[in-house]
Every structure is written in C-alpha cells, then in structure tokens.
C-alpha cells in the first residue's frame, strides 16, 4: 500500500473528483430543467450556480461520512449505487438550502426532483463511461470502478490493496 502522505492526497482528490462532479452536474441539470427555449442570457445562470455550490458542500459532507463510517472500498455497483444516491441527495440539500424560505407545502418539489432525476442521470452516465474506460498497456487486470481518477489514486483513497 502507498505511504500515508500519498494516501492523504489521494483521499483529497476522490473529495475533490467527487464534489466536482456532483457540482457540475447539479449546475447542467438546473440549467436544462430551466427550459431549453430560454436564450442564453435568461437560463438561471446565479441559480445554477448557487446549487451547484450547495451541492459540491453537501457532496463533500456525504463523502466524509462514507469514508468515517468506512464503507468506501466496495466494488463497481455498491459504489455506484452509492454515488448515485449522494447525488440525489446533494441535489435536493442543494434545492432546499437555495430555497428563501422552506415550507413542504408551496416548495417546487416537481422542479426540485427534476433537477435531482438529471443529476443522478448524469452520474449514472459519468460511472457507466468511467467504468469503461480502457485499462493503460501495462496494466495488470484491474477492478472497475466508477471514479474519474487514475486508478491507483481511487485505490490508495478509497483503501483498495494495490494489485502486484
């Protein structure tokens, strides 16, 4: 296994890949549940990025509580399944933290679980093509995974074993 100061930076980077995914994504999908027959300049571009924001902020929190409750070296689909929820979950902290006031009754829910589905659509997309992306020459086999970081990276963060 790598050292501790390689392991560190390695588990800041999945923080980091993870909430900057959740955050993108988040901003994409509220800018296409805006409508697509907006102009550019009347797409909820603040908005967007206020969730966007919030959701990063939430991703983050969500992934530090996966990595203190150690449910972190699991195999492709857990992990997905997983990243999936956290997005959908991100999404929705995002839509109720940007919301002035919050009450059950008057809050857009159909806008908010629109911006959660294409969200989580999108992060199922990302893992599914993450997944697929061709092993290096000179690797030797290696597990799939859903991350977007170089292989041995998601392995030192997550706490894989390297293989030999």
Do not use: C
């Given at each position: 296994?790598?050292?501790?100061?390689?392991?560190?930076?390695?588990?800041?980077?999945?923080?980091?890949?993870?909430a900057?995914?959740?955050?993108?994504?988040?901003?994409?999908?509220?800018?296409?549940?805006?409508?697509?027959?907006?102009?550019?300049?009347?797409?909820?571009?603040?908005?967007?990025?206020?969730?966007?924001?919030?959701?990063?902020?939430?991703?983050?929190?969500?992934?530090?509580?996966?990595?203190?409750?150690?449910?972190?070296?699991?195999?492709?689909?857990?992990?997905?399944?997983?990243?999936?929820?956290?997005?959908?979950?991100?999404?929705?902290?995002?839509?109720?933290a940007?919301?002035?006031?919050?009450?059950?009754?008057?809050?857009?829910?159909?806008?908010?679980?629109?911006?959660?589905?294409?969200?989580?659509?999108?992060?199922?997309?990302?893992?599914?093509?993450?997944?697929?992306?061709?092993?290096?020459?000179?690797?030797?086999?290696?597990?799939?995974?859903?991350?977007?970081?170089?292989?041995?990276?998601?392995?030192?963060?997550?706490?894989?074993?390297?293989?030999?």
């Amino acid at each position: 296994m790598a050292g501790n100061g390689s392991n560190w930076r390695a588990m800041l980077l999945d923080f980091i890949e993870r909430a900057g995914w959740s955050a993108g994504q988040v901003f994409f999908a509220t800018l296409l549940a805006g409508g697509t027959a907006a102009g550019v300049g009347n797409l909820p571009w603040k908005y967007s990025s206020a969730l966007a924001l919030g959701a990063a902020v939430s991703s983050i929190v969500l992934t530090a509580i996966q990595y203190l409750t150690r449910i972190t070296n699991v195999s492709f689909w857990p992990d997905l399944l997983v990243r999936l929820a956290k997005t959908f979950l991100s999404s929705l902290a995002a839509s109720f933290a940007a919301a002035d006031i919050f009450n059950v009754t008057t809050f857009h829910w159909t806008a908010t679980l629109n911006v959660a589905f294409l969200a989580t659509l999108s992060a199922l997309a990302k893992g599914i093509l993450a997944r697929t992306t061709p092993a290096p020459a000179n690797a030797t086999t290696q597990s799939p995974n859903p991350s977007t970081l170089p292989t041995q990276t998601y392995k030192d963060a997550v706490g894989a074993t390297p293989s030999a």
